[in-house]
């Protein structure tokens, strides 16, 4: 999102798909409510337990910002997690 930046380096300096984070852009965009928009790297720890697949639980995505952990289950609303995370960032 920042002036100048070329999506397609952007993603390939972060090995993802350009086609995958303009995706990305376009449902943001959408779904932004006039918010400014901004991405947060994301970081897979690998101290974190990867979950066992024969447990058969669901995948979730888990979001820890200063101590706060947001768990965000598969089909979750995009418009409500936005919420949940503006929240969050306002409390800052």
Partial sequence: MA???????????????????????RQAKREADNHPLAFTPVVVSPDTPQPNPAAGREAIIEIVVEGVVIRVPPGVDGATLARVLHALKSLR
């Avoid at 100048?4 to 990305?24: C, I, K």
């Fill in 3 to 25: 002036p100048g930046a070329v999506v397609s380096e952007v993603a390939r300096r972060n090995g993802m798909s350009p086609q995958h984070l303009f995706t990305w852009r």
